[in-house]
């Protein structure tokens, strides 16, 4: 027999078509799949987010192995490995003597600074072949990027409906004569439905089981919960979801996909992140399957377009600015935020009954959906001046759909502004009055929405004030930002050293626990 082919698998490679496999020879291919230590705390990542990419990676293997491939599994909990990638494909050759190494890159630049390393390291050729279960490539998206001054995304997302003939018409112009229908996404949440959409819960496996118990052995120090652990980790059960999410969820997404409610996590959002960024769906194929449930009279054309936009815009988007800015971009910080990150982050535990919400039902589920990471948890770290690193590195490590690719951009571009508006137009700063209306949580806060100062005023309000004046000399000529900064100047003498010591007086007590 010939020397084999070595094919390393990731674990966001988890896609049967994968670049790398799509000319291989089962019958001399070798594909090496490992669970290693270093991709398990290069940051301390939420017990149910390693839980969910070990099982799928797992039952991957099994799905490999069943179309005919040859699958070298290595385990965490084995007493010979190595703790890394780099060690495992080592360890590896050594045992299969193959002829050359065809991986896919990947999705992040310390994966692909070391996948560019194995050829000088190990002596055999190594192809590194790019991902493209993405639909712009690396120079497509350059390209674009190169003939603009500012990388907006709403004129890429453009481009990628007319690549895919998403919702346009025979003559090629949009359904419904625009592109975008984001203004008829912003409804405020309506009351409590007992027949409110919940996704569906997946009993654990013994192969999910096992999984469960390692993790909660290895990792009982790490954030998050395994009680409520209910992911899809197989290609089955993952398009179960898609297609519960299309039938029961999707008709009134649009209307709906920027509300929160109270003991509410997913309402009307597809929870399908996590798959699609494992690898275990296709983004194309759901946004076809979306199109096809508008074009059936089944959804209306704001949910279908607001998903769609979602997927092949934004999620494309925010992978696109990721490579071409390089691996410094997430140490950018131009609005000179320094403030250590507080300690609520990781319990919860807050008077700020938002706050408390959004970050308790990510301890939960390991999920918050993107108003809650923006508008939330991303609008306080903006308004109190929280350092991006550690904010970038809080939200890479507690959701399970979190990979630096998609995460960064996300919070250092949107959330926080730290890049200086490359990425967003203006900082997404607000304060209670959005947050009430478009939650039911400010009713049942024990601070007042309504208050600006005193010991019951919601903290939002005094930040918001105090983020634009601290600020001014950076942002007062954001176009954006007229409105609030005329507020702003209208305001007397008093009054705005009020708020701003009003904000000093709550900053100070985030050190003090």
Known sequence: MA???????????????????????????????????????????????????LSAMRHHADRLRAL???????????????????????????????SAIHVTEGGEWRVRAMLEEWEGRFGIPVTIHEDDRFLCSHAEFDAWAAARQQLRMEFFYRDMRRRTGLLLTEEGEPEGGQWNFDAENRKPPPPRDLLMPQPLRFRPDPITQDVLALVAARFSDHIGSLDHFHFAVTHQDAQRQQDHFLDHALPRFGDYQDAMLTDEPFLWHSVLSPYINAGLLDPLSLCRAVEGRYRAGRVPLNAAEGFIRQVIGWR?????????????????????????????????????HCMA??????????????????????????????DPVQVHVWYLEVYADAYEWVEMPNTIGMALFADGGLLGSKPYAAGGAYINRMSDYCGRCRYDVKQRLGEDACPFNALYWDFLARNERKLARNPRL????????????????ALRKQAARFLDGLGNG
Not at 22 to 51: C, G, Q, W
Not at 71 to 83: I, T
């Open 316 to 352: 494309e988007y925010v992978r696109g600015v990721y490579w071409h800015e390089g691996p410094g971009y997430g140490r950018r910080n131009a609005l000179d935020a320094k403030r250590d990150l507080p300690g609520f982050y990781w319990t919860g535990k807050t008077d700020m």
């Open 482 to 497: 007229a409105m609030p900064y005329r507020n702003w100047n209208r305001m007397s003498v008093e009054d705005r050293a």
């Open 3 to 53: 020397a084999p082919l070595l094919i390393p698998i990731l674990g966001d490679q988890l896609t049967p078509g994968i670049a790398s496999l799509r000319n291989a020879d089962p019958a001399n291919s070798i594909l090496l799949m490992m669970e290693v230590a270093d991709e398990t705390t290069y940051v301390r990542h939420h017990k149910a987010k390693i839980a969910f990419i």
């Open 68 to 98: 005919g491939w040859t699958v070298d599994y290595v385990k965490l909990d084995q007493p010979e490995n190595s703790g890394s990638f780099t060690g495992e494909v080592a360890r590896a050759i050594a045992r299969h003597r193959p």
């Open 357 to 386: 919400r959004a970050v308790g039902q990510t301890i939960d589920h390991a999920y918050a959906h993107h108003i809650q990471r923006l508008m939330i948890t991303g609008n306080f770290a903006l308004l109190a001046g929280i």
